[in-house]
């Protein structure tokens, strides 16, 4: 039976995957995320995406990657906003930046995925519009205290704390939280692999 080596730290990754049938064995990167950014240039959103995940992908595989039949999937996300990528703000001043730039208004999130295994690799990026509340100062402020959007891409989750202030997405729901299942089915098939072969739970 194949397995997913999954080169991310996101719990919700990992639970998407779970609730599918997948149990992956989680192998975190050691990419500089920010440095990988720098250089990226004038790259825009959807090809940054691609970038983090293909780096961490690679920097896992390199370690761990013992077997035809062992997959490394890396992740990442990017929110764009006005043509510019937004990731972990890692900070209160640059979270709260953000919230003043995106409330009341439409991003795209951005989720590159990284697949090596088998005969090769594969990588192929979603894209979800998400509308964001026009939220007060006060709901930034009570947010942000909380750390949660501090270490997740755009400042944003819509599975946690930060639900509440998103009024819709356009796209694959799954993409909003990471990872977009009907996107990795395809980069497997890509690579040779059916779906419910992975399937490694009861």
Known sequence: MPTI????????????LERAGITPE???SNVDEPAVT???????????????????????GARCRTASDRFVLGCDSVLDID?????????PEAA?????????????LYSGHWLIGGSGAVGAVSATTVRIADVSDD???????TGEPLEVAGALTIDGLGGPYVTGIDGDHH????????LLRQLFLDLGVTWHTLWNRG
């Open 83 to 91: 043509g510019v990528p937004y990731g972990k703000p890692h900070t």
């Open 175 to 182: 993409g909003v939280l990471g990872l977009s299942l009907p």
């Open 96 to 108: 709260r930046r953000q919230w003043d730039l995106m409330r009341g208004r439409e991003a795209v």
């Open 38 to 60: 720098a250089t990226a240039g004038a790259l825009g959103s959807r090809a940054v995406a691609e970038l983090l995940a293909r780096t961490k992908a690679e920097e896992v």
């Open 139 to 145: 709901e930034i402020d009570a947010y942000i205290a």
């Open 5 to 16: 080596v999954l080169a991310s730290q996101s719990p919700s990754r990992r639970a998407i």
């Open 26 to 28: 989680v192998v975190v």
